[in-house]
């Protein structure tokens, strides 16, 4: 049973400027469940009105376990709302709901995440280094349009419609593998500006008195930080150390390294 | 060396709800140390401190994210607490960034008290969907928000405020070579960050990337990501190119493969 | 500030006649402002002058192109122009090379004038084609190709030996900030050449390189585009060897499929 | 019907020097339809001898409007005198040529246009840059070297004779291809070193008095240049502006930021 | 100017002796001019000139490999007299390089000697062999083996020890221009070593890569091949996992042939 | 007829590093065959003890021609003790080594002495520049680890047993051509580091004494030791010059510039 209502353009823009506390009332049974459901309330009863049937029907389908990353939560919310709107069948779409918020989350947080958050990251803290406020201030314009964007997530959920499903299975793979790529080469980017590990003048050998870490250098620049990152790289993925064991690692090599001198 | 009045400690309290309110949605990113330590600055009348002590930290917890629903050291705690102890102790940014490190592990015990007690809540909106009660739900939601929100806030108020003496002689009682190895392992740090994102990023296509990226860094003048990720953009996007060639050369095979069988049958 | 004799002056017609008749074949390139203005610098005694402001013009006109038989601003006359004005105005390069701007418009116009009005020619052409008489094919071709190439010298001779108290009064009545406009506008002017190369050749799939070979430039010591131009034809030809090879899987795809066929029936 | 007459090496070379003049007699009307057909004139006359009906014929039936890149028409010119040589039916061979020359137009132009000039101009100006006239010098060398390499392409065109039309539409393509790699890569790499789009010392900002191209210059070296070209490339292709409106434009732009003492 | 002793020479001898057991294992490398360099460096005392001019011998001799079986101009001995010609001339390590060349060839020539009798050695072993005596087949071997390192050894020892007078005064008498003629040639003879690298793994499909590496080196601050090497093994296994794929796509074609034969049939 | 013996892992070990004998007695008519028999013996008479008349067939057989890498041969030595103990038959052994030593000859070439070999240099002769000992004994150990390395081969040729044959036909190409562009990518980066092509400061041209090479490096730095390599590449590959004479003549070329005054 199709609805009577039509989503207007506003409709979707409020739907896409309300998601934006689609994660609040996060908890490790249901993760997301809540927000994700109370994000779409205002627009659900534009289309059902007070039918309390239909509506509480729709919340507790929805409240199934659910996480994603944001945008592409919006992105979902859109398809949701497109479907509900043709009176597709609600287990279908819960359904098509669930099989997607995984490979979706994947794709979201390869690009805000891992590319986005570190490049904004470098931009910023660089025009802050000498206490510019253009600094955090361009990384809250930054971030502000990324928020705002969702407003067009929710609408490309929407106007895809149920196409978006196949589309999105058909491309996630490609773009998941450039994300990849992209993300990766800036890691390797990042290794020399943000990490210093570097022996200090301190530490020498031989007879002419040579600094250690003029070897290294000799060696390839930088060869130190890429090592360090895979080293730690290797205690997390094949030792399954703790991220804060590694952070207390770290810390008390500092200070060990700090009492004899070397660094 | 300076002291925290006590308005202050209360404007402090009142930043760090309104980003622990960000933090919960992951929306406006006010939660990541750069925004929260400008802020904060700004409340203590040295925005400039704040901005640096920002971008040490920003840079640090860039790598210790939330994917997959995971709760690491806390940014927004981290980024606050990096501004306070500089402020209060006049050590460097890089030291403060140490020092600050229990202070996020305290905030992040709490997320995931939360993140537990939390199933509570799960229960009482149930019984508000039940009923097809969307004020009621969104109340609940609401709620649990705040009161989470409000939590974070009084942790940094105590700390902040509440601390300052303990810290400002349990730090003064250092010796310079504890410090500089703070600063020492504040340097490194970043390596948890880069190590963790390649965690969920690298695979046996990309790795060689990684190694393009990083010679770039070291032997050309770039002294900031973007270019370089200009360059993987481009890259990239040829990959894409080539990869949807290739599929094409497959797809054909099965395509005349497909008109064959007609043929055949 | 210097004076052009009539001597200076017919030399230059001559000089002018001559590149442009190379202008007409684009054959030996004499019509790019790189080498009429070193002949023009000779003439006017001042060679060094000539070379630095054809270098100049010879970059601004990079792009200005006639291809598809299009016709731009005048190279020519631009590179002609700039001498001659640095020369009797005493400005430097880049300043002239603004003030020539309407001089290589006149040419343009004259250009298109040309082209259009040879219609006539053609038909002219046409009649000694019917008649099977190659001599007054040929005697036509040529006098097409010298009364083209005498207007644009006499329009050149008039500009240079003509114009030049105008010129002098105009230029020197120029306030700095507008003679400094030039210059910045001069500089900007590359532009225009590099986006109509990227109008005929930019497209989705070699996009990228643009980017690369932006970033090579930036960030590696290079000044010179020879080095880039290497490496671009390395990337082209890895990209060449690809694409065979791609090639080579789908032609499989449908070799096998055509033995099959053979096979089927 | 085959001629009698045997086209020889010297021919050829003859043929390639005299195709300089291909562009006489240019008109929008024909394009290069005088000149292509007078430069062949000569070779023509000596298969054909005085034979005013073949000479006639073959006039007329070249005087179709033709456009293609220099070399190209050499090229072509090549395979036009094998084929008369051959004699292959005119109709067909006018045909061919109509087929071929669009196609080698963009081939050649990729070639000598796009890449050998702003190569050569780079080299020279640069060798010209304090005064050397070393810099014209080899500018008129290497454009000389380039009007005489045509006796190859009219060698070239002959001796593939028909072979070439199929040669030609399989790896035209594949040439174009890598010529547009070429010709894009080398853009990229000029524009840091042709264009100066920054602003002056005097234009600051914030309390420190940073200047405001020290912000372009932390984002990205060259930025404004880059993003300039663009505007430029979009102005022409999105918004179809003339060439002489944008230049026009410039100049206003360059007198105002000078008036304001920004750059 | 120094003079070699008798001890010296003798304690060379053994050096000399050593290396060539290893220059017909080629197992460890002492053969090589850096190593052979370097101890005969310590055996005249002068261990850092024994480095450098190892060091400058090495890359000379970086492409005359013995690939394939052949004998190259000879490693061991061009180390081993450049450091000698260097310590008793007091020529720098370049000039001393040029002058060892004859004694290279002349070892280059008593390899090819032995290389060529040893025929009878085969005959020997295969009468071994056929009495399936294991202990003689491996005498004979190790006897080959020791003739031919002793036989080095004592040419090493002449031309050490019993030329050092009649070398110094040749080279004493040497003009300026042919010492610096002789470094020259120095340091153009590595070219020798990278063109026969060449010749054995140049092809059409990865010519483009040897002007990306010259471009690298050339426009970025490298100055060690490692890095370089990095970027190799990126781009090498990059075009590997291209491969591959386009290798699996000509299989698909060819399997779905094989699966459709069998519908087929 | 399988062996009673049971090889172990200590004698592959064994007979790993005993391999490195496998040259001496090189001639130029079986090259290595006798130190690849010799390497063998003492494993062999571990599996047929004192049964003399197995001992002079595996010996007389193993004592054709044979060419290989060093590290391949130990790989070969461990497939055939792997064979002799399975008892195949010798002639069948033989056919297999015979088959195979060509291409792993090639693979074995280009990683150890194309790639390893200037990579191993380059970087112990820059530690070495300025006299540090560190050079040559890096240097030491590098090939040290590499000659132990052939425990590794032994066990892989071992393990792999029969197996290898097929594998290896399979990935050689891949591998010999992963290896090309490693090592000709590397000898490119080599140029500009180890080749010193450039005229002196005393040779000026013009009015304002501009030296030569400066023309030189405004075209492109390095251009000279680049043409110069493939001046080499090109009178070895085409002229067939000798390695001696080409040497020769750089000398001279060398000496006649110094008396010009020109280098
Ligand atoms: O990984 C998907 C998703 O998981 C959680 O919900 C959060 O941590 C998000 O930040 C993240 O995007
Ligand atoms: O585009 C093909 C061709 O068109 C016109 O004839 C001229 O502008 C040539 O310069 C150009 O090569
Ligand atoms: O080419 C294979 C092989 O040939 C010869 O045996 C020797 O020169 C070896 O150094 C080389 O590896």
């Excluded at chain 2, 930043?15 to 929306?27: H, N, S």
Aim: net charge negative; charged share 15%; proline share 3%.
């Amino acid at each position: 049973m199709a609805s009577n209502y039509k989503i207007t353009k506003s409709d979707l823009t409020k739907l896409g400027l309300y998601s934006v506390i689609e994660q609040i009332g996060f908890s490790f049974e249901r993760m997301q469940a809540l927000g994700f459901t109370c994000s779409m309330l205002p627009t659900i009863k534009k289309i059902y009105g007070d039918d309390k049937e239909q509506l509480a029907d729709f919340m507790t389908k929805n409240m199934e376990f659910i996480n994603t990353e944001m945008h592409m939560a919006t992105f979902l919310m859109g398809l949701i709302v497109s479907m509900e709107e043709a009176g597709e069948d609600r287990t279908l779409i819960c359904n098509i709901k669930n099989g997607l918020f995984g490979p979706l989350a994947g794709l979201g947080d390869a690009i805000f995440w891992f590319t986005l958050l570190p490049i904004s990251a470098a931009i910023c803290t660089s025009l802050a280094q000498d206490g510019s406020p253009l600094g955090p201030l361009l990384y809250i314009a930054i971030w502000f349009v990324s928020a705002i964007s969702r407003i067009w997530f929710a609408r490309l959920g929407y106007s895809l419609g149920t196409k978006a499903v196949s589309t999105i299975s058909e491309n996630a793979n490609a773009i998941t593998r450039a994300a990849g790529i992209l993300g990766v080469m800036v890691v390797g980017g990042l290794i020399p500006t943000y990490i210093t590990f570097a022996f200090g003048e301190g530490l020498t050998y031989g007879i002419n008195e040579a600094t250690v870490q003029s070897i290294f250098d000799n060696v390839m620049p930088n060869i130190l930080p890429l090592g360090f990152v895979f080293l730690i790289y290797y205690l997390f993925k094949k030792k399954n150390m703790s991220v804060l064991a590694v952070i207390l690692g770290i810390i008390v090599f500092g200070i060990a390294m700090s009492y004899l001198g070397w660094m | 060396m300076n002291e925290i009045t006590l308005i202050q400690g209360l404007l402090l309290m009142i930043v760090v709800f309104i980003c622990a309110l960000d933090q919960q949605m992951e929306a406006f990113y006010w939660f990541r140390p750069m925004v929260v330590a400008f802020f904060s600055g700004i409340v203590l009348g040295d925005m400039e401190l704040g901005i640096k002590a920002g971008a040490v930290a920003e840079l640090s917890y860039l790598g210790l994210l939330t994917v997959g629903g995971t709760v690491p050291p806390d940014p927004l705690m981290a980024g606050f607490m990096t501004v306070v102890i500089a402020y209060t102790t006049g050590r460097g940014a890089e030291t403060a960034l140490g020092l600050s490190l229990p202070f996020a592990l305290l905030a992040q015990w709490l997320g995931i008290f939360f993140n537990t007690a939390y199933s509570t809540v799960v229960r009482m909106c149930e019984k508000a969907a039940k009923a097809g009660d969307t004020g009621k739900f969104t109340r609940i939601c609401y709620g649990a928000w705040f009161v989470k929100s409000g939590a974070m806030a009084i942790v940094a108020f105590l700390a902040a405020y509440g601390l300052q003496e303990p810290i400002q002689n349990f730090v003064n009682a250092f010796p310079t070579e504890l410090v500089h190895g703070f600063e020492v392992a504040g340097n490194m740090l970043p390596a948890v960050g880069l190590g963790l994102l390649l965690m969920v990023m690298l695979n046996n296509q990309n790795i060689p990337y990684l190694f393009i990226g990083f010679f770039m860094a070291t032997f050309t003048g770039v002294d900031n990501v973007l270019p370089i990720a200009m360059v993987a953009v481009a890259i990239a996007y040829i990959d894409y190119l080539y990869n949807q060639k290739m599929k094409a050369a497959s797809a054909a095979a099965v395509a005349v493969d497909g008109g064959d069988d007609e043929d055949g049958i």
